[in-house]
């Protein structure tokens, strides 16, 4: 990009600067390398080919020498295009003659940029191999996120993916002096944004844009069955806007993910998420903000960008208004993803954003919030009075809550379960030892000496403690005669 194209375009993004809008990044250039098949600019002597049944505007900027390109034209020399506000380029343009020109085109050359012969052995690098194929200008398209840069983007902050691609209330800006193509998708919904400006016009009425999308300037660089739309206007609604790219996800989701065959790749945690407009899962966390007619959205994101993302590196946050599912109603989502290598970073930030809510949500005019955690459920963050965390992360904190005493009262009775059986055998223990005491009495001689001659013994009940213990141990009971002479 010249010194002049830069200026103009500093000064349309200046123009910009209160109003979101998303910047085309690809172009058709001849001098970038990854328009070409062997991803470089074709070298001197070479053979260079375009796709011949396509239609493009291909900008070039120096002078080039090909052994064999278009028959016809020697060389080509640069005067101004009227279409680019006097930037030095002049239109080239071509018919279906040329095998190895496209089907319809134009040359756009920068001053002192042309073609010229040259023999194929001129440079010693450059091979006599295969033509330089130009690749397929309509590969391009625009419902693809990658091909976007949004202007007001800041370090920490990203977006979730249907809102790379533009959104209704954003402004529109394709690069004012390189050449580019846009396929405009299927045509089951059209592309509907604030404002387009392309080639130094900016339109916002359908009826201009319309006329230019119509004419063969606008054929080249537009193409395909969809419809482009300008209009409302600019989000009006300091809390934010729905971005309105939810009818075509399919279509943004599709053009991402076709370089991996369509297939999202397997996420890095358990139960990852996958918030409203993203189109795969992601580890991290979100915060689902309810909020009144005080908030302030870009404030909000200010305050997370300046006061809470500084002290967590390694994530990046994407804050933005969505439909809350089920129903009509909206609610603003703050999307935390880990891209560092030490995870739970997402769950802390989470719960902070949590307390932020319970002791300045008022002040911010969020009414409630609501948590959850890629693995793991975020923690309560309930507020007094009319703030709180909602039903999702009050019922996260009282299943967590009944799950601890459930754990304490099962831990319990394993506890008496096992000092039970102890206390039972240490009272067994006590009964069963006392009836091995030594016998009341004395050792009779007569009866030792008589044996069992003499009256036969009246044995008495065992006392109540034998009768407790254990039927394994007895004692012997006597009447002695001498003791009952006494006695009677």
């Known amino acids: 990009m010249g010194a002049l194209g830069r200026a103009l375009l500093w000064l349309q993004l200046c123009a910009l600067a209160r109003a ?91 001053s002192g940029a042309g073609f ?50 533009p959104c209704r209330h954003d402004d529109v800006v394709f690069p004012p002096d390189a050449s580019f193509r846009v396929g405009l998708g299927p045509g089951a919904r059209p592309a509907r944004v604030r404002s387009v400006q ?42 934010g806007c729905v971005c309105g790219d939810a009818e075509v996800q399919p279509w943004i989701c599709a053009a991402l993910l076709q370089p991996l065959g369509g297939r999202c790749p397997p996420a890095a945690c358990p139960d990852a998420l996958r918030p409203e407009g993203q189109c795969c899962d992601l580890c991290g966390a979100i915060v689902s903000l309810t909020h009144g007619p005080t908030f302030d959205i870009e404030r909000y994101r200010a305050r997370l960008l300046r006061a809470f993302l500084p002290q967590y590196p390694g994530l990046q946050a994407a804050v933005s208004k969505v439909r809350r599912r089920p129903g009509p109603h909206t609610e603003v989502q703050v999307v935390l993803a880990e891209t560092g290598p030490q995870p739970g970073g ?12 319970a002791e300045h949500g008022e002040a911010l005019g969020v009414l409630s919030a609501t948590a959850r955690e890629s693995g793991a459920p975020v923690g309560d963050g309930s507020a007094a009075g009319p ?87 007895s004692r012997s009971y006597f009447v002695n005669p001498l003791f009952a002479e006494a006695e009677a």
Request: aromatic residues 8%; hydrophobic residues 45%.
């Open 198 to 239: 392309v080639l130094g016009q900016t339109f916002t009425r359908d009826e201009d844009l319309a006329a230019f999308l119509a004419s063969r300037a606008g054929r080249l660089r537009f193409h395909g069955p969809g419809a482009l739309r300008v209009g409302p206007g600019a989000c009006a609604d300091p809390s």
């Open 346 to 357: 997402a769950g802390r930030l989470a719960r902070a954003l949590l307390a932020d809510v």
């Open 20 to 110: 979101a809008y998303k910047l085309w990044v690809p172009t058709t250039d001849f001098e970038a390398a990854a328009n070409w098949s062997q991803n470089r600019t074709p070298c001197a002597g070479a053979v260079v080919q375009f796709p011949a049944d396509k239609a493009v505007s291909v900008v070039v900027r120096a002078s080039h020498g090909f052994s064999d390109m278009a028959p016809g034209h020697s060389w080509l020399s640069a005067s101004t295009h009227p279409l680019l506000s006097g930037l030095g380029h002049c239109p080239i343009n071509w018919g279906p003659a040329s095998k190895l020109l496209p089907r319809d085109g134009e040359f756009v050359l920068a």
């Open 387 to 473: 703030l709180g965390s909602g039903s999702r992360a009050g019922l996260a904190g009282g299943v967590a809550a009944g799950l601890l005493l459930l754990l304490l009262a099962l831990a319990a009775g394993l506890l008496l379960l096992r000092r039970a059986p102890r206390l039972r055998w240490t009272k067994r223990e006590r009964l069963v030892a006392t009836p091995v005491e030594a016998p009341l009495g004395f050792s009779n001689p007569v009866f030792d000496v008589a044996g069992s001659v003499g009256p036969v013994p009246r044995t008495p009940q065992p006392p109540p403690a034998q009768q407790a213990g254990s039927s394994s141990t």
């Open 116 to 165: 010229g012969a040259a023999d194929a052995g001129r440079d010693p690098d450059c091979g006599a191999g295969a033509p330089a194929l130009f690749l397929d200008p309509d590969r391009f398209s625009w419902h693809d996120p990658r091909l976007w840069r949004s202007g007001d983007a800041a370090r920490g902050l990203f977006s979730v993916d249907a809102e790379r691609v």
